[in-house]
């Protein structure tokens, strides 16, 4: 047996049905190794889709997805993607060959120091040492990326050691793989919880990522036993994400925010007014301590933090409910909640299907949503200015959006996965043309592996988002750098094996829509859409 074969049986083991891979010498032994284990490996075109891929099939299934790659080259495209997968706590384990163990130090090929490298953008980096050590290693990997803030962790592979021989035949040892299981708050810190929120007259709950889409359940119970409102946050643009309507106004008037492994970051502007009222109080719950901790920098020992606690924010949440009666004021929470409903009354006539064109993005997130509304679906929004108004108004049961970590170019790697991943959901995903080009030959994948899925590309020949800061900072003579050619992208995902469809009116785009998923490819509607900036909502 050799350390490649451990490593395979392991993922076997743990359940691994499907991992995203680019091939490579380093690797080529665990190519051979999946053959025997029936394990389907995706095969991409570029490292960074298989992070991607990885991070969606974590965030979308909650068990953490496998990308595999090779050494030096391969290994360093995947760290951009690494940082989004760890911005959007994703589970996920990138497994990556590695220069020979026994050449370390000697200029071996390709060598480098990925375990260190990746260590800036993973929960965990580590290279293993041993083939026997394989099976433990990749155990708690999982272990790692499931457990507490789930997030990616990095296990390098050196080709010595996936290619050495083991003395027996090794058992994998997939009891190591659990989930460490994480205490509630403590008694005399949640009897500070309850008071704090007893107290409150406009309290509001703020879960993290990981807490938002595994606690879903719990939330809901809190929510509904004790009147608290919750709002998931999951935007680069923090308060100000448009998909949470005016929710930025009743926020500032909040009296207590209690973080449940949520970081008190950017994207509640460090705590500071006008985001939070200066005297509002702060309850942070979290698994880890560098985020409390980051929390008690903020408020720099004002009296406004009343707790923070290392302890599971579900746990804590569960705990919260049993223990407290409806406390909330009913009065309040319904303000909330218009704020999160609450869209400009302009929107409404910009998602008319007129005759001409280019259309608003608005139109043309109306007719996907009437396509969403009509079965199993899965959504991915990405991109710059189009992204953001595809956020805004598109929903589905099963969504991604390209995170906190800001980062364009996700979207065609997420909608293959999003495919694998559940194969009888419709996958449609809505892109900006410049993030088109990001991994555009995913395309391909897609076809080569029967993943059909339909992209939706917003082209208004721009990087939308650029040139509205340049237009808005610098005026419309000082405009660089930010111009793209009305590309025919779907003649692209043609010439690839795909469907294409070109829209340049309303008219034509429901049927195009239509066409493409019916069409059983790959798709790409190329939409011709009006340059516009980013919505902005306020109520008058």
């Known amino acids: 047996m050799r350390g490649a074969d451990l490593l395979v049986r392991t993922l076997s083991g743990l359940g691994v049905h499907s991992i995203f891979t680019l091939s490579g010498n380093q690797i080529m032994s665990v190519f051979d190794a999946s053959l025997d284990a029936k394990i389907d490996l995706i095969h991409v075109r570029q490292e960074a889709a298989a992070v991607h891929a990885a991070d969606t099939w974590g965030r979308l299934t909650g068990e953490p997805g496998v990308a595999l790659v090779t050494a030096g080259p391969g290994f360093a495209n995947t760290l951009t993607?690494?940082?989004?997968?760890?911005?959007?706590?994703?589970?996920?384990?990138l497994l990556s060959g590695h220069a020979a163990l026994a050449e370390q130090g000697r200029g071996a090929f390709q060598e480098m120091a990925q375990a260190e490298m990746a260590r800036h953008v993973t929960k965990v980096s580590w290279a293993s040492t041993s083939p026997a050590a394989i099976g433990h290693d990749l155990a708690r990997a999982f272990r790692l990326a499931r457990s507490g803030r789930p997030g990616p962790v990095h296990l390098a592979l050196p080709v010595d050691i996936l290619e050495g021989t083991l003395s027996h035949d090794e058992e994998p040892p997939l009891d190591e793989a659990s989930r460490l299981e994480y205490s509630p708050t403590a008694t005399s810190d949640t009897r500070s919880i309850l008071d704090a929120i007893r107290s409150a007259k406009r309290p509001v709950a703020l879960p993290g990522q990981a807490v938002s889409r595994s606690g879903r359940k719990t939330l809901s119970e809190l929510r509904t036993a004790t009147g608290v409102p919750f709002v998931s946050m999951e935007s680069p643009r923090g308060i100000n994400d448009p998909s949470l309507g005016a929710f930025a106004e009743v926020l500032a008037e909040a009296d207590l925010v209690v973080l449940l492994g949520k970081r008190l970051d950017f994207g509640l502007r460090f705590g500071e007014s006008p985001a939070l009222a200066p005297d509002s109080k702060v309850v942070h719950v979290d698994h880890d301590e560098s985020a409390l901790e980051q929390t008690r920098r903020a408020l720099n020992g004002s009296d406004r933090l009343i707790v923070t606690a290392q302890a599971d924010p579900i746990a804590t949440a569960e705990l919260i409910s049993q223990s407290l009666g409806a406390s909330a004021d009913s009065a309040w929470a319904e303000e909330v909640q218009a704020a999160l409903?609450?869209?400009?009354?302009?929107?409404?006539?910009?998602?008319?299907?007129?005759?001409?064109?280019p259309l608003h993005p608005l139109a043309v997130c109306r007719a996907v949503q009437d396509i969403l509304d009509e079965r199993e679906s899965a959504l991915i929004c990405d991109g710059g200015e189009f992204g953001q108004w595809t956020q805004a108004r598109l929903s589905s049961p099963r969504r991604i959006i390209n995170g906190p970590?800001?980062?364009?170019?996700?979207?065609?790697?997420?909608?293959?996965?999003?495919?694998?991943?559940?194969?009888?959901?419709?996958?449609i995903t809505l892109l900006?043309?410049?993030?088109?080009?990001?991994?555009?030959?995913?395309?391909?994948?897609?076809?080569?592996?029967?993943?059909?899925?339909?992209?939706?590309?917003?082209?208004?020949?721009?990087?939308?988002?650029?040139?509205?800061?340049q237009l808005r900072e610098y005026?419309?003579?000082?405009?660089?750098?930010?111009?793209?050619?009305?590309?025919?992208?779907?003649?692209?995902?043609?010439?690839l094996g795909g469907h294409g469809e070109n829209v340049t009116t309303g008219a034509e785009l429901t049927p195009a829509l239509r066409r493409a998923l019916n069409s059983g490819l790959p798709a790409c509607v190329n939409v011709a859409i009006q340059p516009a900036p980013a919505p902005v909502v306020r109520r008058a």
């Open 81 to 93: 993607a690494l940082y989004v997968a760890m911005a959007a706590e994703s589970p996920l384990v």
């Open 341 to 357: 409903s609450y869209a400009p009354p302009e929107w409404g006539p910009q998602e008319a299907l007129g005759d001409d064109g």
């Open 405 to 427: 970590g800001g980062s364009i170019g996700t979207a065609i790697p997420a909608a293959l996965a999003a495919r694998a991943a559940y194969p009888d959901a419709t996958v």
């Open 432 to 469: 900006g043309d410049g993030t088109f080009g990001f991994h555009a030959m995913e395309f391909d994948t897609a076809v080569r592996h029967n993943l059909p899925f339909v992209a939706v590309v917003g082209n208004d020949a721009k990087w939308n988002a650029e040139y509205q800061i």
């Open 475 to 495: 005026g419309p003579d000082r405009m660089v750098g930010c111009e793209l050619n009305p590309a025919r992208y779907d003649l692209v995902v043609q010439a």
